[in-house]
């Protein structure tokens, strides 16, 4: 595997389920992000973690747990999520969050539907 | 004033046409500079970043930098149906920020 890989690619789920989005980077970078992009919305930051850990909650809903275990895996646990939380979950990731000139890298992104 | 800011489009050119898009930002102390392109459905892929002032060419496309200005643009040569996508302007400095972006269409 080579890039950013993020499982699953598509999740059905209802409110009531819990569930957890994996990432996983093989570049050797020390930061990494979780990044909702709503149909037709821009990119909205949820969280950055440096060197595991957490640097930015972006005022995300607590129904939204963030764990990085490693500079190399991310994970975003889901739940009681509202239908309003559908969108395309992207995880990305770079070199050092402090160097904010630093390029990101995504994956391909899991497709979340809440029904 | 949003911090990176991007006419939404759609930008219709027809095929083989140049496509210019444009991007401006309000903090003058970013230092780097990034074109993202995305096709529906799919994640962001980097195109090109530029770092100093002035151009920067790879293949068809050529990123332009003013920083007296503040304005970042991507032209996009000989422009093909396969270059319709939406194209994110991202500016860093002490972190990343993403403009909207802004839908192009090719036409053949």
């Known amino acids: 595997e080579t890039g950013v890989t993020q499982t699953p690619r598509h999740l059905v789920m209802g409110m009531t389920n819990k569930k957890s989005l994996k990432c996983e980077q093989h570049?050797?970078?020390?930061?990494m992000y979780w990044y909702k992009q709503s149909a037709k919305k821009p990119l909205e930051l949820m969280f950055v973690y440096n060197f595991k850990e957490q640097t930015e909650n972006n005022s995300v809903p607590s129904r939204f747990s963030p764990e990085c275990p490693n500079s190399s895996h991310l994970f975003l646990h889901l739940h009681t999520l509202q239908p309003e939380d559908s969108a395309l979950y992207l995880c990305?990731?770079?070199?050092?969050?402090?160097?904010?000139?630093?390029?990101?890298?995504f994956g391909p992104g899991t497709r979340l539907t809440v029904l | 004033q949003k911090e990176v800011e991007q006419n939404s489009g759609p930008l219709s050119v027809p095929e083989g046409a140049i496509a210019s898009l444009n991007c401006t930002y309000s903090?003058?102390?970013?230092?780097?500079f990034f074109w993202y392109r995305q096709y529906s459905g799919k994640s962001p892929e980097l195109i090109m970043f530029i770092y100093s002032n002035g151009d920067k060419e790879d293949g068809r496309f050529t990123a332009q930098l003013n920083k007296a200005s503040q304005y970042v643009s991507l032209l996009i040569r000989d422009s093909q149906p396969s270059d319709s996508a939406t194209y994110l302007c991202?500016?860093?400095?002490?972190?990343?920020?993403f403009g909207a972006g802004t839908i192009l269409r090719v036409k053949s």
């Open positions: 991202a500016v860093g400095g002490n972190k990343l920020v």
């Open positions: 990305a990731s770079s070199q050092d969050v402090t160097r904010g000139s630093d390029t990101q890298y």
């Open positions: 903090d003058r102390g970013s230092q780097s």
């Open positions: 570049l050797g970078h020390n930061a």
